[in-house]
């Protein structure tokens, strides 16, 4: 019984991974569901990838990095979250897994790529947003003088007394929600390097020989170690 089981397991991935690569992705999907093994969910979840299902697909790798998997299977599964996030446009959530993946391997160049460009395109929306509310804030500032203008001399006074404290109040609270999420964001980024340095000094110390290295042959060693042999696929891209 078990040898048939094993035999269907083993089926179903050679004909996911026969369609999928042909793009016959609603064949894949079709083998990779006859299967509840770690392989076939993950496999499910690059097709519903390819196929723009993203919702699908990040429920497909979830189960995966919540099941007893190997670092591979579950750094994959955080690195292809990471992109669909992405290509949703939930770019927090893009961070997160990214981090997450580079918690398994700290050196892989496409997560850490991956991330820079996630960064960097958070910054980008946030400048737009300020450039947004200033706009906004400008606009409002002429409409509240043309409303001055037609007022009495006392009442302009008056209100503006009112404005400069409501605006020193908003600059209080926008400076401390913008303190806040500095400090919650050097402490991920502050635990992501220490974890980083334990593992260069761990993997240092294990593998590498005394005979000195450039950075590059160090980098690949160490990669060489960490990497683990799977056989799934990969969405090495966007």
Known sequence: MKLIVAGMIITSLFFGNHKYKQEDYEGAKRNFTKSKAAKSLYNLGNTHYRMGEYADALESWDRVIEGDNTPKLKFSSFYNSGNAYFKQGDLKKAEENYLNALNIRPYDEDARHNLELTRKRMKEE?????????????????????????????ERQEKKEQKTGDDQSE????????????????????????????????????????????????????????????????????
């Open 171 to 238: 600059a209080l609270k926008e400076a401390g929600a913008k303190k806040k999420a500095a400090e919650k964001l050097s402490r991920v980024e502050k635990e992501y390097l220490e974890r980083l340095a334990k593992a260069e000094k761990r993997y240092r110390g294990k593998y590498l020989d005394k005979i000195p290295k450039n950075a590059e042959d160090v980098q690949k060693q160490m990669m060489k170690q960490m990497d683990e042999e799977g056989y799934f696929l990969e969405t090495r891209d966007w």
């Open 126 to 154: 946030e400048k737009k947003k300020e450039e947004k509310r200033e706009e906004q804030r400008r606009f409002g500032k002429e409409d509240k003088q043309r409303q001055e203008d037609s007022e009495s001399n006392t």
